[in-house]
Every structure is written in structure tokens, then in C-alpha cells.
């Protein structure tokens, strides 16, 4: 099993990524680094999660996985997209934002994507991508998962990820896909 620091401290996200492949590796918190605000400042997913990444291994010396991710919305010019987190205070905030500013709009398609970064020595590195296309619900339903879960309705269904069962969730969510991507590397390059 393979021994990995994951740079976040969102449980959610620790919570979601463990059920995709805690099986085959073991992920760590970034514990041991209280106060110390991870950054993201970059222009991209990719920038973001190679940050993240870059920086965690820096403290700690271990192979670290990074992502950041993003809900990108066809009519509001890809918004709000790497700002998805900072969109309010709190996801009932951003939900309320997305769906005020998509008043009048008649297309709610959006993707949500993520980047993961997997950086095992310094100076190298891996990204895998993941995106998981659907459309923009009018209101907010469900109580699974997280973030823009409530209003996201993946493509070929007509429930909200916030309906599906984790482990639906967890097989078609662009966290899943790219961890899936991670997965193939990992076990290619033992």
C-alpha cells in the first residue's frame, strides 16, 4: 500500500477521496502543519494543484497529492470556475450566487472538473484531469455531498449529485475520473 500526504484539510474532500482509492493507498493529512494556510493563487487547476502540491512536499518529503477543482458554467463565461470556493462564505451562499446570476439564462450546462497533482520528488510530478458534465438544477436538492452537489445534475441523470448515493457519486464525479487516471499511473509505474 502505498503511503501518500494529501494537501487539503477539507474533510469532505478527504472523506471522498479516501472511498475512491484509500483500497490501494493509504492518505495522510497534511497533520503537522497547523496555521500553515496551503496556497492558491494560480490561474489554473493545474497551477493551483501543483502549488498545493509543490508546497506540501516541500514541508513534509513525502509524495503528495494535490487537486483543485471547479464548477464551470457555460453562461456565466465558465464561472465560476477556479473561484468555485471563494464564490461566497459558504456553499449555501455560492449555491444562491450561481443560481441568482443564472436568472433569465436558458442554457445551464456546466462541468465539473478537477485537476489532481501527484508530486513524488522534487521537481517531478504527474496531473491527472477529470471533468463531469451535466446541467444546473433551479433549486438546490438533496443532502449528499457537498459544495455545488445540490444543484449539479450529471449528464444522463435527473437527480443532483446531492441525491445520488456516495458510491454512484464516487464512480461518475470528476474527482473519480481523475483519480482513476492516478489509480492506472500508480499501479503501472510500481
Known amino acids: 500500500m502505498y503511503r501518500i500526504i494529501l494537501a487539503t484539510r477539507n474533510k469532505n474532500k478527504i472523506i471522498e477521496i479516501e472511498s475512491i482509492i484509500g483500497d490501494f493507498v493509504m492518505i495522510e493529512p497534511p ?6 494556510e496551503i496556497p492558491e493563487c494560480g490561474r489554473s487547476l493545474l497551477e493551483n494543484s501543483l502549488a498545493k502540491a509543490a508546497f506540501v512536499y516541500r514541508l513534509r518529503g513525502q509524495p503528495t497529492l494535490a ?12 464561472e465560476p470556475g477556479i473561484y468555485s470556493a471563494r464564490y461566497g462564505k459558504n456553499d449555501r451562499e455560492r449555491i444562491a450566487r450561481l443560481l441568482e446570476n443564472l436568472t ?24 491527472f484531469e477529470g ?31 446531492a441525491e445520488l448515493d456516495p458510491a454512484t457519486k464516487n464512480r461518475i464525479s470528476h474527482r473519480a475520473r481523475a483519480l482513476n487516471k492516478f489509480r492506472e499511473y500508480i499501479l503501472k509505474n510500481k
Not at 67 to 78: C, I, Q, T
Open 31 to 36: 497533520a503537522g502543519l497547523p496555521g500553515i
Open 67 to 78: 487537486d483543485d477543482s471547479g464548477l464551470f458554467v457555460e453562461a456565466l463565461d465558465n
Open 104 to 127: 433569465g439564462m436558458k442554457s445551464r450546462k456546466a462541468a465539473f472538473r478537477a485537476v489532481f497533482v501527484y508530486y513524488y520528488a522534487p521537481g517531478k510530478y504527474e496531473s
Open 131 to 161: 471533468e463531469c458534465s451535466g446541467r444546473i438544477a433551479p433549486a438546490p436538492r438533496g443532502t449528499n455531498g457537498f459544495g455545488y452537489d445540490p444543484v449539479f445534475i450529471p449528464n444522463g441523470y435527473r437527480v443532483t449529485l
